[in-house]
């Protein structure tokens, strides 16, 4: 990892203030928000990252507003940070920054759902046979697949659990992450950034 994608670490920066993406971007209306079922939303990518993180599959308010992560209550942006990621807290709407960090965001399943549940087996399976060929085409250093339910499922991987996985996906280092959905309880915001953090360090050492 060369410098110009190694952020400095250092405390987590408070929620974005007044002035700051949060607040210029309205909320995406409850019509808004049924329209975007099903819709696709773009890779976020780039040849030679340091790290793709792969999600489930967009949710509607992703889908509405073209972010990635970008529900409220969606901790994926704050434990980026907290793990040393990025240099700030970034909004959804800064994504796009994210390519000069050596970072990209894709998806597991392309569709957008109002939850991941709502995805079929058969969907995830296809979805990571897609992933690697994404993966075999972009070449990122690491893949960071963001839910330990869909890897297992989508991968076949029934007992895999959380950090680095002994098996490569394509020429990437392999490593999976709990969800950040505000939904998942098992981790908090602290917990959340430390398995972030893990992955970085990995990274960064190697």
Request: aromatic share 6%; net charge positive; charged share 20%.
């Amino acid at each position: 990892m060369n410098d110009r994608r190694r952020p400095g670490g250092g405390r987590p920066e408070a929620a974005p203030g007044p002035g700051t993406p949060a607040r210029r971007h309205p909320r995406p209306s409850r019509e808004q928000l049924a329209a975007a079922a099903d819709r696709l939303l773009p890779d976020l990518i780039a040849p030679g990252l340091d790290v793709l993180f792969v999600g489930i599959n967009p949710g509607l308010w992703s889908a509405a507003t073209g972010w990635h992560f970008a529900r409220p209550g969606n901790r994926f942006w704050p434990a980026l940070h907290r793990g040393g990621f990025t240099p700030r807290l970034l909004h959804p709407s800064e994504q796009d920054q994210l390519p000069a960090l050596g970072l990209g965001i894709t998806n597991m399943v392309a569709r957008a759902s109002a939850r991941a549940d709502e995805l079929t087996a058969t969907e995830l399976v296809d979805g990571a046979r897609l992933l690697t060929a994404k993966v075999e085409r972009h070449r990122p250093r690491w893949v960071a697949v963001v839910g330990v339910t869909a890897y297992r499922i989508g991968f076949a991987r029934p007992k895999a659990g959380f950090g680095p996985q002994p098996e490569h996906l394509g020429p990437a280092r392999l490593w999976v992450l709990p969800n950040p959905s505000g939904l998942n309880a098992h981790f908090t915001p602290e917990t959340l950034g430390a398995a972030f953090g893990e992955l970085r360090a990995a990274v960064t050492g190697g």
